[in-house]
């Protein structure tokens, strides 16, 4: 059985999920809404990122019993440029981290770019996200990473990423 899973807070990971849902014709659901992961042998899991955490992947996909035959397909989904070389390594050092190293190995990972609308984060984000601004642009240019930069060019802003032509790559999986 196949299956899109998204992780998000404010949606950017379902408007990726909806289109390859509307697409494929596969079902999704968020990841809180997973029962039993291991009904499923094709699991595409589009995770947003927070402090380069993917939502709810680890909780999800750690719960994989047997990897025979599975098809783990994982997209990240930030604001950070996915195209950068630097960016996409802190992310997968990060996976690693959340991921089982057997997962880990099998899985087939995407980068994609999502969308932030300061007006609409809750109180909580907006805090942790003027804390790390403040912080960052203290920091040299040349010495910030692709996150800091991702941060600094869309903080307070309302910006939205979301394109079709970050999953082309991820679609010849399908
Ligand atoms: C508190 C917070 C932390 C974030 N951390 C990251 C990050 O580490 N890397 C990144 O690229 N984007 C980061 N973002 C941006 C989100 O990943 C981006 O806005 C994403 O599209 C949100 O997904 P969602 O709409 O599915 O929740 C962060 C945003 C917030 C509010």
Known sequence: MKIIIYGTVYGSSKRYAEILSKKYNMEMKSFNEIKDINIYDEIIYIGSLYAGGVLGMKKTLNKIKDLTNKKIIIATCGVADPLDAENIEAIRNNMKKQLKEEIFNIAK????????????????????????????????????????????????????????????ELEKEV
């Not at 300061?118 to 010495?143: A, D, N, Q, V």
């Open 109 to 168: 990972i995407y980068h994609i770019r999502g969308a932030i609308d300061y007006t609409k984060l809750s109180g909580k984000h907006k805090f942790m996200m003027k804390l790390l601004y403040k912080k960052c642009i203290k920091i040299p240019e040349e010495e910030r990473t692709p996150d800091m930069r991702g941060l600094i060019e869309t903080y307070d802003k309302q910006v939205d990423f979301i394109s079709e032509d970050y999953i082309k």
